[in-house]
């Protein structure tokens, strides 16, 4: 096969009317919510991270790799310019205390689960109300004398 059936033409920076968007997974975890955004060849400080209400804005570029001057392109597979995903967050989340953590070229966000969407034990009391010791739920309660 030639090289050149295979080339492919990247739009010129600032041209899309609409960034690319970022592939991604999304799974909960106990008591966190996590995503995991694919951003291979992205350098840290090319990505923002920005969340407004419920909605977490994930927004990178990646430049074109540098070519010498009389360098030729025989093949550009490899997409650049500017990515972006938004992120509806659901109620049980709390989108003020998101991690985010960058390894391998993977974005990770960790999203904890609110207090109030958290399963909890509810503490039974035995006797009347407010005059006894409570009893965890599913211990054997005294019987009455």
């Known amino acids: 096969m030639s ?27 106990g008591d966190r919510f996590v995503i995991a955004l694919d951003l291979p060849g992205v350098p840290l400080e090319a990505i923002e991270v920005d969340v407004l209400g419920r ?16 360098a030729r392109t025989r093949l550009a597979e490899r997409s650049h310019g500017v990515f972006e995903r938004r992120i509806q967050l659901a109620d ?3 989108p003020g205390r998101i991690a985010a953590h960058l390894q391998d070229g993977v974005l990770t966000l960790t999203v904890p689960v609110t207090s109030a969407s958290r399963p909890r ?9 407010g005059q006894s010791s409570p009893v965890e739920s599913g211990q054997a309660v005294p019987a009455a004398a």
């Open 121 to 129: 034990k509810i503490t039974i009391r035995a006797g009347e109300a």
């Open 55 to 70: 909605v977490v804005t994930v927004k990178a570029e990646r430049r074109p790799t540098p070519r010498g001057e009389n």
């Open 3 to 29: 090289m050149r059936t295979a080339v492919t033409h990247q739009a010129p920076p600032g041209s899309w009317s609409r960034p690319a968007p970022i592939p991604m997974d999304a799974w909960r975890e």
């Open 92 to 94: 049980s989340l709390d």
